[in-house]
């Protein structure tokens, strides 16, 4: 009797509602839930080829980002896993596997008992499935929220709270609705109005999109224009936060975030664009057009084989993260109707410089190059809820070279993160630089790149904690060619450059006496040119300081810089090489080059005076002709403006720049210029 007042109560509240508001709004809203109904609940008869792939990836038992946990729900449902929460869900609706008294920032393990209760509600509503409409779920799904709404277990993040739970139970209830009793529709309400529209970018558009949902579970037309109007007015450019005119992507500031707040931005936006499909909220052909160029004109050219870009992972260097971000884009841009996103194979060649975020991406039809650069106006990288402790140097030229995709995949445990390839910082033993107390900001603004037809050109002065450094990079499709000039310090600390720290896959060769040999721990090499190969990828350094190499096992604990996993030890094979410029230098400078996607004889027979001749290489400019293109290039990359002699002849650039020079009239021009912002 209980039950039948309860419902007739529910029927006659919900008719009440209705009776003042208008029949197209009743209309929008019940097309609004049927169709969140149908993209969370699928019976996945036909798996697609995406998600094929996807399901061949082991999944993670350990997950504290909100995307890959929505990752994780497209793959199909594991009913051992079903049976285990069944049987350790508690007589109060608590699971015994679960810490309640977490406190961490992230990884928060009570939300695990959210994600559970949506997991189980969407296979109770799935046909065709062993759980289907089962009694004995649905008594468990009615447990676990009670628990819930009675406990009100809180995290230490705000995020947790205003977001992460709202958004996951009232996802849930949306599904079962129809069965939610009045205490439950009080308890999901309170849960759901701790979210409210504030804040920039996509926290505002996570926090709209739980209001969203409060207005469809009350039925408040209002709320739900509100939130669609909302998430619709963060679908601009060239906002503070938010897509950037170069198409990638801002958060906390003036900071590169691709792979964490951009993506779940894009994603968020796919789900919005289905979501409001049929209806008056429906997206405008404008907000379709950006998002459209969001992904052709950004997100394509920070993948490579389904795998992101370390640079733009942001502070998430989780487990297997470049994968799980490279599969959610690809299901983001599917959903959207947009592939190019193949497991092998590249389909976009050039060369961009994103100006706004001081990144660069190099890609030919056989590899990707990224940089990723930091100034005065750009951050480098973040520490958030304990994620990213040792990233301090992640945007002082972090450089990676992808031939497969998976080079660095799950290396970080291994790293020495003051010898991150391209970087230049000191060598100690102290612990990393806390970023919250020194923020990674290069104090430089002369940082840029440019691009030339099928080249380009990146260059940055770095200026932090007593270390200078003038560090180019050229782009070729043969090689990267990366110089430092003017290297000094006021520390009595050694300072080192980083070439290159990856996972090692097969010998690693050295050119010797012109045959190759493989070397096994430790080498160190003097001054000279030498010639190394690992993993489809070659190294020419001319070394005028002292080279060190690596190659053999290696431990590590993700808990180092990642403070959600276990404290647990591993190990793993890894490949580091490393310039030493010793002790308190001054004016020192490096050159090398590296060839990804090549054999060892290209490596053996890579002449250096047939790539580039190096004409100049300190604090006050690079000067570099390049023989690559079609025809040989003149390049001056000036840090103070000043006049720069070259042969008998000068050019004064008047301001810092990258400058391509020509011989007109035997008078020494610039013909392409692009100058550092300010």
């Known amino acids: 009797m209980n039950r039948l007042t309860t419902i007739i109560g529910l029927v006659i509240s919900v008719m009440t509602a209705v009776s003042v508001i208008s029949a197209s709004e009743v209309t929008d809203i019940e097309k609004i839930k049927s169709n969140y109904r149908a993209i969370m609940v699928h019976e996945n008869l036909d798996t697609d080829s995406l998600t094929a792939d996807l399901i061949k990836i082991e999944p ?31 007589s109060d609706g608590a699971w015994n596997d679960i810490n309640y008294e977490d406190t961490k920032r992230s990884g928060w393990e009570p939300k695990q008992h959210a994600d559970r209760v949506l997991e189980m509600v969407k296979l109770y509503k799935t046909p065709g499935q062993e759980f289907y409409h089962s009694l004995k779920l649905k008594e468990m799904v009615h447990r676990a929220l009670s628990y819930w709404f009675i406990a009100k277990p809180k995290c230490l993040n705000w995020w947790q709270n205003e977001i992460g739970i709202p958004k996951t139970l009232g996802a849930a209830c949306i599904l079962i ?190 590899w990707m190059a990224s940089l990723k650069m930091s100034s005065s106006r750009v951050t480098g990288t973040e520490v958030v809820n304990e994620d990213n402790l040792l990233g301090y140097y992640l945007g002082d030229g972090a450089t990676y070279y992808y031939v497969r995709g998976d080079e660095y995949k799950d290396v970080f445990p291994f790293w020495d993160w003051r010898k991150i390839p391209g970087v230049t910082a000191y060598e100690d033993t102290a612990p990393i630089p806390n970023i919250r107390k020194n923020k990674s900001k290069n104090r430089s603004h002369l940082v840029g790149g440019i691009t030339y037809g099928d080249m380009g050109i990146s260059a940055m002065t770095l200026d932090r904690d007593g270390l200078s450094a003038h560090k180019a990079w050229i782009f070729t499709d043969d090689y990267v060619a990366c110089l430092g000039g003017g290297i000094s310090s006021d520390s009595l600390l050694r300072v080192t450059t980083g070439v290159d720290a990856r996972i090692k896959r097969d010998k690693f060769m050295y050119f010797e006496n012109n045959e190759w040999r493989a070397l096994d721990g430790h080498g160190k090499f003097d001054v000279g040119i030498h010639k190394f190969h690992h993993d489809d990828t070659g190294y020419v350094i001319i070394a005028s300081d002292e080279l060190y190499i690596y190659a053999g096992e290696k431990s590590g604990s993700w808990s180092d810089f990642m403070k959600m996993y276990r404290p647990d030890t591993i190990t793993g094979d890894v490949v580091t090489l490393h310039i030493n410029h010793g002790i308190n230098p001054k004016d020192k400078s490096y050159l090398y080059f590296i060839l990804p996607a090549c054999d060892r004889e290209t490596v053996a027979q890579f002449d250096v005076s047939r790539a580039v001749s190096v004409l100049r290489n300190d604090s006050t400019a690079q000067v570099v002709k390049v023989y690559s293109s079609s025809s040989p290039t003149l390049w001056v990359i000036s840090y103070n403006g000043e006049e720069i002699e070259l042969g008998r002849k000068s050019f004064i650039p008047g301001t810092p720049g990258i400058y391509l020079i020509e011989d007109k009239d035997g008078k020494l021009i610039s013909k392409v210029y692009t100058h550092f912002k300010i």
Request: net charge negative; aromatic share 12%; proline share 2%.
């Open 60 to 90: 993670e038992k350990e997950m504290s980002d909100q995307v890959v946990i929505e990752l994780h729900q497209r793959y199909p449902f594991d009913l051992d896993k079903i049976r285990n929460y069944l049987s350790c869900l508690r």
């Open 177 to 366: 609705e129809d069965e939610l009793s009045e205490e439950e529709r009080r308890g999901i309400e309170e849960v759901m109005s701790a979210a409210k529209i504030k804040m920039t970018g996509q926290n505002k558009v996570w926090l709209a999109g739980n209001v969203l949902i409060r207005g469809l579970l009350q039925y408040k037309p209002d709320l739900v224009k509100m939130a669609r109007d909302t998430i619709m007015s963060e679908i601009c450019v060239g906002r503070a936060e938010g897509i950037k005119s170069d198409w990638s992507f801002h958060q906390h500031g003036p900071q590169q975030q691709f792979g964490n707040y951009g993506l779940a931005y894009l994603s968020s936006m796919v789900f919005y664009n289905k979501l409001f499909d049929g209806t008056d909220y429906r997206f405008d052909i404008e907000h379709k057009q950006i998002l459209e160029s969001f992904i052709n004109e950004g997100y394509k050219w920070v993948m490579w084989n389904r795998h992101m870009d370390v640079s733009a992972l942001g502070r998430q260097l989780f487990h297997n993260a470049q994968l799980h971000k490279g599969y959610a884009l690809a299901f983001s841009a599917a959903d959207f109707g947009i592939d190019g996103f193949p497991l092998r194979g590249n389909l976009l060649v050039g060369h961009k410089h994103f100006d706004e975020s001081d990144y660069t991406i190099h890609r030919t039809a056989r």
